[in-house]
């Protein structure tokens, strides 16, 4: 066999992706944007209105973050030169960490090149050390809940656990993570739970004072304890009254918060928050932070004002309205007739279909009248809970929405939604 064959096993592969209707490398190319009276996607010069991202504050093009970008790339340059532990760390990324630290309230934070690159560091090195010989006990059991993003479950993966030191608790069940900790209590000298903050298909939250209270009850009866990770991307900034995400709206902390500066932040990379200990430690055992360059100075320069802006109130009027463009929203399409997956106060919106054809046909119908949304369906969501994922954004003005509703009015009585 020659490497000709394996190419034709790839070609396979790929046929078999795109008879299933997966394809996700036929991606939309933007072409830029256009900022007045709001922002708007630009594809083949046409303008489109933007309801599938997650830039939920609309910060990635606001001037403050866009003059941050441009002074921090100035004074450092376009890139970080080395990995911090060889040329040494630029000031503007420590003063990110620092940022990030007061943000959520703990002793420190530690900034990766990506929030997947930071859920594969964190779940790693507190599962299973930075090598064989780490003194991090690995008698442990990780227990995940069972609709996590997937870079937590290639992080727990990465860990190489035996089966036996890896549990799954059922969706958003607290009451199940409790079975699941008392199955486990006495054999493992520690446990590791793991879990979404916001769950990006729906944008329903998990529980996370119900959570911690399980947690709280079994932490004595493990040797080394419980600690819980909580990945919040799709909270950090967009939730709560203040911004602080599930942990504000679950009165729940976790003792690793991991996030985004990619979403509601407007700007790129990934961190964790957590005590000092923890930290430090991290900074020894990450893989993808020691070995990894970190994001630009740009980058950190603009996400350090985005932290900041939240701070002022300014900021906090930017979250006032998100609240109140996703209330007008949910509003006028259930006056419509269309459903919602759940109940959620989240800026994701998942509008309840139940038809994989229907579905895309309908995000088609939004293209064609210059609207971007996305179609979710099997096997991203369980037969018959096809959904278009709608995005609200502090950006979008209500015309922008008076705009989308329209549309949804004209294509759900063309494809017999409504």
């Known amino acids: 066999m020659s490497n000709r064959d394996f190419y034709q096993q790839l070609q396979a592969e790929v046929n078999r992706i795109d008879e299933a209707h997966t394809t996700k490398r036929e991606e939309t190319i933007i072409e830029g944007f256009r900022l007045e009276p709001s922002p708007q996607a630009l594809i083949n010069g046409k303008p489109f209105l933007v309801f599938n991202s997650n830039d939920y504050l609309g910060l990635r093009h606001h001037p403050k973050l866009m003059k941050a970008e441009h002074q921090a790339s100035e004074q450092y340059g376009t890139g970080p030169g080395a990995v911090r532990f060889i040329s040494?760390?630029?000031?503007?990324?420590?003063?990110l960490e620092k940022a990030l630290a007061k943000f959520h309230g703990r002793d420190d934070a530690i900034i990766f090149s990506s929030a997947f690159a930071a859920n594969l560091a964190v779940l790693f090195s507190l599962l299973k050390g930075q090598s064989r010989d780490s003194l991090v006990d690995g008698d442990v059991v990780v227990i995940s809940d069972e609709l996590n993003h997937r870079s937590i479950i290639d992080g727990i993966r990465l860990a190489n656990l035996p089966k036996d030191q890896k549990a799954i608790f059922k969706h958003m069940d607290a009451n199940h993570l409790r079975e699941v900790m008392a199955e486990h209590a006495g054999k493992r000298k520690r446990a590791l739970v793991v879990t979404d903050g916001v769950f990006s298909m729906l944008g329903e939250y998990q529980n996370l004072a119900e959570i911690k209270k399980v947690i709280n009850d079994f932490d004595d009866q493990y040797e080394l304890g419980v600690l819980l990770v909580v990945d919040d991307a799709h909270g950090v900034g967009a939730f709560g009254e203040t911004g602080r995400g599930t942990e504000e709206i679950a009165a729940g902390q976790a003792d690793v918060l991991v996030g985004t500066m990619g979403k509601a932040f407007g700007a790129d990379g990934g961190y964790a928050v957590g005590s000092q200990v923890v930290i430090d430690y991290l900074r020894e055992s990450a893989a993808t932070y020691i070995y990894s360059n970190n994001i630009s100075p740009g980058t950190a320069g603009a996400a350090l004002a985005a932290v900041e802006l939240l701070e002022t109130k300014a900021g906090q009027q930017i979250l006032i309205n998100l609240r109140e463009n996703i209330a007008y929203f949910k509003e006028k399409m259930l006056k419509l007739g269309y459903q919602f997956a759940v109940e959620?106060?989240?800026?994701?919106?998942?509008?309840?279909?139940?038809?994989?054809?229907?579905?895309?046909l309908l995000r088609k119908e939004f293209y064609q009248q210059g609207i971007l949304v996305t179609n979710i369906n099997y096997p991203v969501v369980p037969p018959g809970k096809d959904e278009i994922r709608v995005q609200i954004s502090a950006a979008h003005s209500q015309a922008d929405i008076d705009q989308f509703i329209t549309a949804a009015e004209t294509a759900g009585k063309k494809l017999k939604l409504i």
């Open 344 to 360: 959620s106060e989240h800026p994701i919106q998942a509008v309840l279909i139940g038809d994989t054809e229907k579905t895309k």
């Open 88 to 95: 040494g760390a630029l000031k503007v990324h420590r003063d």
